[in-house]
């Protein structure tokens, strides 16, 4: 099983970025994915999250209205969608299968 972000990059804020998820090794339409975050020196915290058919989604209260998560089942892939984005959205961010972490892609929001 494997997932790596990427997308990660430095931003302004206000800015958008888009990060992305590519996976292998295990039935992507199985399983839900979800978005995890880890600032410097606070604990990883969870993102967003979008079912297995991509018809269910949730999102933490610091990014809803401004972070979009979806899928794309044939490519095996998922996406964040993140605007608005504020300094305090700088971190590492993760993809995730119930189980299993991939490399993460850092996302830094400054001017």
């Known amino acids: 099983v494997q997932l790596q972000a990427s997308g990660g990059g430095l931003v302004q804020p206000g800015g958008s970025l888009r990060l992305s998820c590519a996976t292998s090794?295990?039935?992507?339409?199985?399983?839900?994915i979800a978005w995890f975050r880890q600032a410097p020196g606070k604990e990883r915290e969870g993102v967003a999250c979008?079912?297995?058919?991509?018809?269910?989604?949730y999102y933490a209260d610091t990014v809803k209205g401004r972070f979009t998560v979806s899928r794309n089942n044939p490519e095996n892939t998922a996406a964040l969608q993140m605007d608005s984005l504020k300094p305090e959205d700088t971190a590492i961010y993760y993809c995730?299968?119930?189980?299993?972490w991939g490399q993460g892609t850092l996302v830094t929001v400054s001017s």
């Open positions: 979008v079912g297995s058919s991509g018809e269910g989604t």
């Open positions: 995730n299968r119930y189980g299993y």
């Open positions: 090794g295990f039935i992507f339409d199985d399983y839900a």
